[in-house]
């Protein structure tokens, strides 16, 4: 079956780094998005990977490892505008996503 | 700006009473969908269109319809809510290009069943 796991919870403080994992089974894979979600509120799209590495943009970076199915999303200089819900979603071979449950972060001062 | 718009932003029904929800976008996207969120939970793909084309997912309850009439409109009909349908329904939308789209979200409408 298709699967996408990551942490329920997490907390972190202002200023600090915070690294969100996310493991994934997908009938074929066609990459990894990362989806943010303030309560109440819609999922806005943070990043795509579809190749293994690093992207970076900002403050925010994803990390994808194919051979492991496995990414991680990177926050750092944390905010506490940042305390969200972060979705983890792989795309399968019929290019429909496959969603986590998110992964609330507790941002305290 | 080119974005997703869902009316109303909270809709409150009874129990059985027929209820429409609406979405509307500006970015020409070819491709409308409907998700089901609950609390703290993944959001569940109710259906989409390609186009005219309908896409049903395969567990979705006859209770939910969809209507596209045109490429910029999209509605979901609940035809007879029950208590457990209380939740909070999102439109995405993506080019449909072709390949691994990106989805946009609309802001979403919180549906409580009374």
């Known amino acids: 079956g298709q699967n996408i796991d990551q942490p329920t919870e997490m907390t972190a403080t202002e200023g600090a780094i915070v690294q969100i994992n996310c493991t994934y089974q997908?009938?074929?894979?066609?990459?990894l998005f990362w989806y943010q979600q303030h309560a109440g509120e819609a999922p806005t799209f943070l990043s795509y990977?579809?190749l293994d590495g690093l992207e970076e943009k900002g403050r925010f970076s994803s990390f994808l490892s194919r051979s492991k199915g496995y990414s991680y999303l990177l926050l750092k200089e944390l905010q506490m505008k940042d305390s969200a819900s972060y979705l983890c979603?792989?795309?399968?071979?019929?290019?429909?996503?496959?969603w986590g449950a998110g992964t609330k972060l507790i941002i305290k001062p | 700006d080119a974005m997703v718009i869902q009316n109303p932003r909270y809709q409150v029904t009874q129990f059985g009473k027929p209820v429409t929800l609406s979405c509307s976008q500006t970015?020409?996207?070819?491709?409308m969908y409907w998700y089901q969120q609950k609390s703290s939970q993944a959001p569940k793909l109710l259906f989409h269109?390609?186009?005219?084309?309908?896409?049903n997912e395969a567990d979705t309850p006859d209770n939910f319809q969809s209507r596209r009439p045109n490429t910029s409109f999209c509605f979901l009909d609940i035809r007879s809510p029950g208590l457990g349908d209380a939740a909070m329904y999102l439109c995405?939308?993506?080019?449909?290009?072709?390949?691994?789209?990106?989805?946009?979200f609309g802001p979403g409408t919180r549906l409580t069943v009374l």
């Open positions: 990977n579809v």
């Open positions: 269109y390609y186009d005219k084309d309908f896409n």
């Open positions: 997908t009938s074929g894979f066609n990459g």
């Open positions: 995405a939308t993506s080019s449909g290009a072709g390949g691994a789209d990106t989805q946009y």
């Open positions: 970015l020409n996207h070819n491709v």
């Open positions: 979603a792989g795309m399968d071979s019929n290019y429909q996503l496959i």
